[in-house]
């Protein structure tokens, strides 16, 4: 009944700062399968600090990478994050969900930092079935005008969002199917972008708290053109692997250590808790995994494991899906985008 027309593929989209990430997702099989992967560059400055400063640049080549694809329909899932998206693990009295439904706006107001009349809010209870007086629930609150900044940079582009996820969810999704034992312990999911890095801290695979650090990739590239007096292009080499530069241990120490800092801020909490489990190892993904000695530089600082991630470890790809780009060196961007596609039609 109503299954006949039904899609059976799902587009994610990841509008980043320093690039649009596009993945089909074909769902008919046995598991799903990328069908095709698309990755374009935006220019310098089109979107700063996850703020878009030029909708219709922004908004034209998500609308050519959709073309390129020769995708049809309109629908994709997208997602939000940012300092204005709020995840977070409260107690509340044990309820129905029906019930902390009616009250969850009065309790976020004691954990939101915004006008709570200006949020859009979600929840979720992680122990429904628990006996005890309290119960966990993880609250998500994010400022409405984010949500409805993205769905008219989407509707600029000729698309509608079908889903709009948290960024920080779609990369533990991708994460879990790709890497379960990551869901054992305190673990770190850490997303280092072009200009931010998004931390996941997850127990026993349920997301505890997320927090963002205002570094990138773009700040190592950045520091090498005003140290060293090299072109964008130069340093962009460097930052990529493609040339080697003798100095270059420097930038990714430092690099290392500002994502330490911010990892151990987040992770702070659990040393504070009564038989607190120290954070046990981190899976690194974003562009900052694929920058020569990053991964190796924060384990260092840490002391602990990282394990740059793969996407597609245990996700199907079909052969000819990456258009115009070498899957190997995009695959560490794309894990936000495989969680968005990963969401069933």
Do not use: C
Request: hydrophobic share 45%.
């Amino acid at each position: 009944m109503g299954l006949f027309g039904r899609s059976k593929t799902s587009v994610g989209l990841d509008i980043g700062s320093g690039s649009v990430k596009m993945i089909e997702m074909d769902h008919s099989g046995d598991q799903p399968e990328v069908r095709r992967i698309a990755v374009r560059p935006l220019l310098a400055d089109a979107i700063v600090e996850g703020e878009v400063m030029d909708p219709a640049l922004v908004a034209q080549t998500v609308r050519n990478l959709w073309e390129d694809l020769g995708l049809k329909g309109t629908d994709v899932v997208t997602a939000i994050g940012g300092h204005d998206v709020i995840v977070k693990k409260i107690t509340m009295d044990r309820m129905t969900e029906e019930d902390a439904r009616e009250v969850i706006r009065w309790e976020a107001e004691q954990h939101v930092p915004f006008d709570i009349q200006s949020v859009v809010l979600d929840f979720q209870i992680l122990d429904p079935d628990g006996t005890d007086a309290q119960m966990e629930v993880l609250l998500v609150a994010a400022k409405r005008e984010l949500v409805d900044m993205k769905v008219s940079l989407l509707q600029e582009s000729g698309l509608g969002a079908r889903i709009i996820d948290v960024d920080a969810f779609a990369l533990h999704n991708a994460l879990e199917h790709n890497h379960p034992e990551a869901m054992e312990g305190i673990v770190a999911l850490v997303n280092v972008g072009h200009e931010m890095t998004n931390v996941n801290i997850l127990e026993d695979g349920v997301p505890i708290l997320t927090r963002d650090i205002p570094f990138g990739t773009r700040r190592i590239r950045e520091d090498l053109q005003r140290e060293q007096g090299l072109t964008s292009e130069e340093a962009e080499d460097i930052v990529q692997g493609r040339q080697r530069f003798h100095d270059f241990k420097r930038y990714v120490e430092a690099g290392g250590e500002e994502v330490a800092v911010g990892v151990e801020r987040a992770a702070a909490f659990l040393m504070t808790q009564a038989a607190g489990e120290a954070l046990g190892r981190i899976f690194l993904s974003g562009g900052g995994a694929r920058v020569p000695g990053l991964p190796e530089a924060i384990a260092e600082r840490m002391g602990v494991e990282v394990h740059p991630v793969n996407p597609f470890e245990r996700v199907p790809v079909s052969p000819d899906a990456a258009l115009g780009v070498e899957l190997s060196e995009v695959a560490p961007l794309l894990l936000l985008t495989l969680g968005l596609a990963m969401r069933t039609p």
